[in-house]
């Protein structure tokens, strides 16, 4: 049995079901994201687990105890919120403290662990400061600290990163596996950016509509995503028609049946007349390592990333050919929840 | 901004502020110093006041007689039970409006605030007629078999009048404090392991205090110099100081006396305020900033 173990959690506002059915499993020392769009539901799963939202339907089960129902202060779990939720009246020390104080752990030891983690995140240094003292990331950081102080069996996080600027953001997305690597802790993380999920975790969840739909590694995912929807939440994606030829194979056909998902970096850029599709450039993005480009062709418009080589970028109106692998073309699902 | 510092530190600054300096000036700085000068007057029963004549009489006669002594007293403990149970009701009463959901909070906020629209005199003729003699609570007691208590007239009467009557004044800056906390702190005391009571004492109350103790500020100040309240439920027996400058006024005309006093509460209140301010605020203000 895993270590976390959803089975068929469900969520009912009134009329509204927010979260269907879900069943999940989560090994110990796991790393795993909720992703999907606002509103999807995964916050709310989050919050059962933590203990804040009553559970309408189904079981949470926790190392093989039961804690559908269990109080959120029982269930021992450490829980970082989107807005930190720091007490601002408490010393940085006296926050992480705050739940060993709870447990009635002895002086010593208190003053022990509380160092020791806040070495961890590296705050050693600003023990005595006030929340307001310190910057976004330190307080991301009291967060973690206060979290994990109590060593809990899952370590819960509700959209860490959205709050903190986007340079500060990557360092702390690494700066918190490097800490679950370390502590080797069970760790759930809702998200609703992709390349966060993408980066960190060992498995992403993807939710849409209250539902589950798919879950898998991050490269996997990426590579392989279901539906329409996924492909184009996971990373970027050209939506092509297409069909199985005579051998079985995939190829891009226009008025195709099937939907077809190719991601822009694997579309190369050819001489005018040269590869499968012929097109002209409309509109280019510098994005610093890559180029963005715009194609349009008669399977209408198609973006294609290329490297920044340092060679000259290809003007808008140029005349262009477009190939690719045909092995990395993606058969989509059509989305059975409505987004 | 430029504009800002440019009145900062020109004299326009002056000007513009000058309507309401007039206001603070002759409505009560001006009529202060004037009841400051008059208490140090002299007053003959026969003659009345004299302007020209300066004596230190009342302020001995008010340190030196024992009726003035309780009458302080009464006012000074009357208004800090009011401010304590108005701390005790309207802490978790603002507690409960702010985790309300929205149709009924804006309700129950319209609810506290209606009273405000009611004269004071209005509210205290009520109270007398519920609690007097043979008012509601009596007609009630005798209903039940028991025989009939004296409510009116009494410090009953008048702390509960006066904690109806300040309720309000506790409420709105508690409520405000609540409004900036973040619920999500509750959440987390209470994943760390936090009983519902711990959460209470260790994270919301803290973070309160600031509101807390400027609703103490404004209902002590009030509660202390309030006259409808004990003019009217008080009766000639339960005197307040506000009551009691009243009659020295209007009943003795010693008007110098009533400056007096007048002047002494004053001080005697700023004394309270004062301190009660910094003893509470020094302990939070820095870890609240």
Not at chain 1, 109 to 135: F, G, I, T
Request: hydrophobic share 45%; with cysteine; aromatic share 8%.
């Amino acid at each position: 049995m895993a270590f976390v173990q959803l089975e068929g959690l469900g969520k009912r506002y009134g009329e509204i079901d927010a979260v269907v059915a879900t069943n999940l499993s989560v090994e110990k020392g796991e790393f795993v994201s909720l992703l999907g769009p606002s509103g999807c539901g995964k916050t709310t799963t989050l919050q059962m687990i933590a203990g804040f939202v009553e559970v309408s339907s189904g079981r949470i089960v926790l190392d093989g105890r039961d804690i559908t129902h269990a109080k959120p202060a029982s269930r021992g779990l450490g829980v970082v919120f989107q807005s930190y939720a720091l007490f601002p009246h408490m010393t940085v020390k006296d926050n992480v403290a705050f739940g060993l104080r709870m447990r009635k752990v002895a002086n010593g030891e208190l003053q022990q662990r509380v160092d020791r983690v806040l070495k961890l995140v590296r705050l050693n240094q600003h023990a005595d400061r006030y929340p307001r003292e310190l910057s976004g990331g330190q307080r991301q950081r009291v967060a973690l600290a206060r979290a994990l102080v109590i060593e809990p069996p899952v370590l819960l996080l509700d959209e860490p990163l959205s709050n903190l600027d986007a340079n500060l953001r990557e360092e702390m997305q690494f700066e918190i596996r490097r800490i679950q690597r370390e502590v080797g802790i069970t760790t759930l993380m809702v998200t609703h950016d992709q390349s966060e999920a993408l980066s960190i975790s060992d498995r992403v969840v993807v939710m849409q509509a209250g539902r589950i739909t798919q879950i898998d590694a991050p490269y996997t995912l990426y590579e392989h995503p279901r539906t329409e929807f996924i492909s184009g939440f996971v990373g970027k994606a050209n939506l092509l028609p297409g069909e199985r030829d005579d051998a079985g194979v995939v190829q891009v056909r226009s008025g195709g049946e099937l939907i077809l998902s190719l991601r822009p970096e694997k579309i190369d850029l050819r001489d005018a007349g040269h590869g499968r599709l012929q097109g002209n450039i409309v509109s280019r993005f510098f994005l610093g390592s890559q180029w963005l480009y715009g194609v349009s062709t008669t399977l209408g418009e198609l973006s294609v990333v290329r490297r920044n080589d340092g060679s000259a970028p290809l003007t808008e109106g140029t005349a262009v050919g477009l190939d690719w692998d045909a092995t990395l073309l993606r058969v989509l699902s059509v989305d059975e929840v409505p987004a | 901004m430029s504009t800002l510092v440019a009145i900062r530190h020109g004299r326009q600054g002056y000007w513009l502020s000058a309507p309401a300096l007039a206001l603070y000036l002759g409505l009560l700085v001006i009529p202060l110093l004037l009841t400051l000068v008059l208490s140090f007057n002299v007053f003959d029963y026969s003659s009345g006041i004299n302007s020209d004549a300066y004596t230190l009489d009342h302020y001995s006669s008010l340190l030196g007689d024992p009726y003035f002594y309780e009458i302080f007293l009464r006012t000074m403990w009357i208004s800090a039970l009011t401010t304590l149970l108005c701390v005790v009701i309207g802490v978790p009463e603002a507690y409960i409006l702010s985790r309300m959901g929205t149709p009924w909070r804006s309700i129950f906020l319209i609810l506290i605030l209606t009273p405000l629209l009611i004269s004071v005199v209005v509210r205290a003729f009520g109270w007398s007629l519920l609690l007097g003699a043979d008012g509601l609570v009596n007609q009630t007691l005798q209903a039940f078999g028991a025989s009939p208590m004296k409510l009116l007239y009494t410090p009953f009467a008048v702390v509960i009048a006066l904690v109806h009557v300040m309720l309000p004044f506790m409420i709105i800056p508690v409520w405000t404090s609540l409004q900036k906390l973040d619920p999500a702190a509750e959440q987390a005391a209470m994943s760390l392991g936090a009983s519902h009571f711990t959460v209470m004492r260790q994270v919301v109350l803290p973070q309160i205090m600031p509101g807390v103790l400027s609703g103490t500020l404004i209902v002590f100040g009030l509660a202390a110099s309030s006259f409808a309240i004990p003019g009217l439920l008080g009766g000639r027996r339960i005197k307040m100081v506000a009551t009691l400058i009243y009659d020295q006024y209007l009943s003795e005309l010693n008007w110098p006396m009533g400056a007096a006093i007048a002047v002494a509460l004053l001080l005697l209140n700023l004394l309270i305020m004062l301190s009660w301010n910094r003893m509470i605020e020094g302990r939070y203000k820095k870890s609240l900033g």
